[in-house]
């Protein structure tokens, strides 16, 4: 401070350098006190006791400079002066006779101050209050930290709470492409976006392929997307992070915007590691349509962590992979290239995926005699969940007609013939709304592998 005494500078730059020198910081807390800096003098008790909080000095110091009495202590009874007579003072004592023999040791002199009955006990000293640390803690709290920690402490001195080490990161799974049935050409283009570059560290160098980026994966829902994401993680021997809306959102100020931090400082510590943004457009909506300040700044947030500019290291190992039904209402900066600039249609199973999905909810079940071949001609454009809805209905046809009976039937390629009539691929709204954003909105050839998809299937 401007107007402090040379002496009190010097001492508050020493007390600074030596945090843990009690005695010197009782020393600089003593001279503020005697200039009447009652609150500094305050928070350095304060700070004292923390260091040690059974110092004597450092509490009485506390108690003064608050202004509080200090604790009476019992005065000490003083030992009784030996008794002389009242001319022993001015008259001197007489020389012995000598036919006297010299006295070997003066008698002993009787204490003029009588002794305590013994039927009236001594009275004890008045015991001193206990110091208050609640209305202490009270008064410095703007001044020092707590006392205590409320939540326990992790490793290196930090909490644990809103810690981005609290995300759970799920280890590298045995998924593989080799499980995806089907789809070549989403695993073609995953091989050239993702896994031939992680293969082969040589031919990543030779073309400065980095390891890092993005890829959004769209198309009707119930088509793979999320298991998809994981063969990836699998293939990359890379961990794996689920991120959906309610991850992220959080009714505090600021709060959501650090969530997507942590989540991706966890990402990164954890590199290789895949994060996997489930329905982006929810999390990444487009901002001209959004009329809630805290859901832009979500967006924006996202984007600036996807450049990696809010760490040194950038976001080499992490790879980011996300999945919308609906990629017309998401954000176009996210699309930019150097963020999602890839973009993956993943269309409904085709005939060698459908016959592995049915083989797949068909195995524990009591089926007879079932023609898959029959069955997937007639499953065309249906979803991966079409097709685990289709057996369950089967299921469902087979068991009500036992319970009837009394006796078990197995599931008969009928059965499953007549649950297909029933059910209408869930895809068809899908390509209904996307036909008109692939006619229409296509600006710059997003869509031209949906528009192209539509053209095969004379859908336009």
């Not at 896994?195 to 030779?206: K, Q, S, T, Y």
């Not at 392929?209 to 009707?220: H, Q, T």
């Not at 409904?348 to 068909?362: S, V």
Request: aromatic content about 4%.
């Amino acid at each position: 401070m401007a107007d402090e005494s040379p002496l009190l500078r010097s001492l508050r730059a020493a007390v600074g350098a030596a945090p843990g020198d009690v005695p010197l910081r009782l020393h600089f807390a003593e001279l503020l006190l005697a200039e009447g800096r009652n609150d500094e003098a305050v928070a350095e008790a304060a700070v004292a006791l923390q260091h040690a909080p059974g110092d004597a000095a450092a509490r009485a110091l506390m108690m003064r400079a608050m202004g509080m009495p200090p604790a009476s202590a019992p005065a000490p009874t003083p030992a009784p002066a030996p008794t002389q007579r009242p001319d022993a003072a001015s008259t001197p004592a007489p020389a012995p006779s000598p036919d006297e023999p010299p006295a070997s040791a003066p008698a002993p002199e009787v204490p003029s101050t009588p002794a305590p009955a013994p039927d009236k006990p001594a009275e004890s000293p008045e015991p001193a209050p206990a110091f208050d640390w609640d209305a202490a803690e009270q008064q410095v709290r703007d001044l020092v930290g707590p006392r205590f920690l409320d939540a326990p402490q992790a490793d290196g001195g930090e909490g644990t709470a809103g810690d981005a080490a609290a995300w759970d990161v799920d280890a590298p799974g045995t998924v593989r492409l080799a499980d995806v049935g089907g789809m070549e050409e989403v695993k073609d283009r995953l091989e050239a976006a993702f896994l031939a570059p992680m293969r082969n560290p040589e031919l990543r160098r030779l073309y400065g392929k980095s390891l890092r980026g993005g890829l959004l994966l769209y198309g009707p829902p119930g088509c793979g997307k999320t298991f998809i994401a994981r063969a990836v993680a699998g293939e990359l021997g890379a961990n794996f992070l689920t991120v959906s809306l309610s991850d992220v959102l959080d009714m505090w100020i600021g709060a959501s915007e650090k969530n997507i931090h942590d989540i991706f400082e966890t990402a990164r510590r954890q590199a290789p590691c895949v994060v996997f943004l489930d329905e982006l457009d929810a999390l990444g909506a487009k901002r001209s349509r959004t009329h809630h300040s805290g859901l832009r700044n979500v967006v924006n947030q996202l984007l600036t962590e996807l450049d990696g500019i809010a760490s040194g290291a950038g976001n080499e190992g992490v790879f980011v992979l996300a999945a919308t039904n609906v990629p017309w209402d998401v954000d176009i900066a996210l699309r930019r290239p150097g963020r999602l600039d890839r973009t993956l249609l993943v269309l409904p199973p085709d005939a060698k995926a459908r016959e592995a999905i049915l083989r797949y909810h068909l195995r524990e079940r009591p089926i007879e005699a079932v023609d898959l071949g029959k069955l997937v001609k007639v499953t065309e454009d249906f979803s991966g969940a079409d097709l685990a809805h289709l057996c369950e209905t089967a299921a469902e046809a087979a068991l009500l007609d036992s319970a009837r009976t009394g006796s078990v039937r197995l599931i008969t390629t009928k059965d499953l013939l007549g649950a297909a009539k029933q059910i209408k691929p869930s895809t068809e709204p899908w390509f209904a709304a996307a036909r008109n954003v692939a006619m229409f909105a296509n600006e710059g050839g997003l869509y031209d592998d949906l528009l192209a998809h539509l053209k095969r299937k004379r859908k336009l």
